[in-house]
Nanobody
């Protein structure tokens, strides 16, 4: 069992940056592939970015490629999402997720994750 707690959300203007964090506890984070998802009001939860358990491979949704960067610090059991050049359409609740996996596993489907945080709100508005 692993517990996930997101932080770092807030209200920003278009073009600003934010860094989200996801602190993992309960198990060694380095055994888990992790990802970020988001859900806007009235929309389905969508994939944002994912990373392998040792951080050597990442994948992004086309909508955030080149603007967002996912990373992790396994010594701190923490996952990050650096978000630059934010747009109003990035407004959503952002969730981190984890699943126990083999070293090369990386997942884009929310159904493939076992553990979820409670979410952190990101609002991009002028």
């Amino acid at each position: 069992q692993v517990q996930l707690v997101e932080s770092g959300g807030g209200l920003v203007q278009p073009g600003d940056s934010l860094r989200l964090s996801c602190a993992a506890s309960g198990r060694t984070a380095s055994n888990y592939a992790m990802g970020w998802f988001r859900q806007a009001p009235g929309k389905e939860r969508e994939f944002v970015a994912a990373i392998t358990r040792n951080g050597d491979s990442t994948v992004y949704a086309d909508s955030v490629k080149g603007r967002f960067t996912i990373s992790r610090d396994n010594a701190k059991n923490t996952l990050y999402l650096q978000m630059n050049s934010l747009k109003p359409e990035d407004t959503a609740v952002y969730y981190c997720a984890a699943r126990h996996t083999y070293p090369g596993g990386i997942y884009q489907n929310s159904n493939e994750y076992n553990y979820w945080g409670q979410g952190t709100q990101v609002t991009v508005s002028s």
